[in-house]
T-cell receptor, first 113, second 109 residues
Framework: KAGVTQTPRYLIKTRGQQVTLSCSPI?????VSWYQQTPGQGLQFLFEYFSETQRNKGNFPGRFSGRQFSNSRSEMNVSTLELGDSALYLC????????????FGPGTRLTVT | GQSLEQPSEVTAVEGAIVQINCTYQTSGFYGLSWYQQHDGGAPTFLSYNGLDGLEETGRFSSFLSRSDSYGYLLLQELQMKDSASYFC??????????FGQGTTLQVKP
């Protein structure tokens, strides 16, 4: 079975721009969660989608949004980028929502200049 | 809210045993997980404790005590490839996975 894939792997954007990141979960997995990883803050939960519905949301501003499609693929969008948004964005999939065993993708490294 | 605390760094020698502690504050949770992340890699699931006590998976064991709000990951027969960051994570009662800041383990020859 193919693992979780994320595109693009690396991205450089300018302050004020917006960005869309994509995540394809493991086949058969219906839950996709997104995390932001930075050296200072560790792994922080952004949101979780299950069967196209947002089930959980972390403490991030409204500039961070996401969606899930009927094939379980998910996208997250960050608008009006700030320098502090530079991070590794990881997505993880699991068979069911709220699962403790999540399978992570390699991440998208976003740099905001 | 929920928070987890882990030591930032631990160093041990090859062949030794090391314990990484995790203390937490939460109003309710389902269980405590552990993940390993090598430099430049994705986190991978290691272990889960839904109930108090010890869970053993090969060289790795994990322990949970809800009364003490404490858990740990025990790594035995350390190998150089075990050098990585280790994260404890709570599955909250709303289903979110809340991660600690991570512990960097350095295994020396």
């Amino acid at each position: 079975k193919a693992g979780v894939t994320q595109t693009p792997r690396y991205l450089i954007k300018t302050r004020g721009q917006q960005v869309t990141l994509s995540c394809s979960p493991i086949s058969g997995h219906r839950s996709v969660s997104w995390y932001q990883q930075t050296p200072g803050q560790g792994l922080q939960f952004l949101f979780e989608y299950f069967s196209e519905t947002q089930r959980n949301k972390g403490n991030f501003p409204g500039r961070f949004s996401g969606r899930q499609f009927s094939n379980s693929r998910s996208e997250m969008n960050v608008s009006t980028l700030e320098l502090g948004d530079s991070a590794l964005y990881l997505c993880a999939s699991s068979t069911a929502g709220g699962s403790y065993e999540q399978y992570f993708g390699p991440g998208t490294r976003l740099t905001v200049t | 809210g929920q928070s987890l605390e882990q030591p930032s760094e631990v160093t041990a020698v090859e062949g030794a045993i090391v314990q990484i502690n995790c203390t937490y504050q939460t109003s309710g949770f389902y269980g405590l997980s552990w993940y390993q992340q090598h430099d430049g890699g994705a986190p991978t699931f290691l272990s889960y404790n839904g109930l108090d006590g010890l869970e053993e998976t090969g060289r790795f064991s994990s322990f949970l005590s809800r009364s003490d709000s404490y858990g740990y990951l025990l790594l035995q027969e350390l190998q150089m490839k075990d050098s990585a960051s280790y994260f404890c994570a709570l599955t909250s009662n709303t289903g979110k996975l809340i991660f600690g800041q991570g512990t960097t383990l350095q295994v020396k020859p």
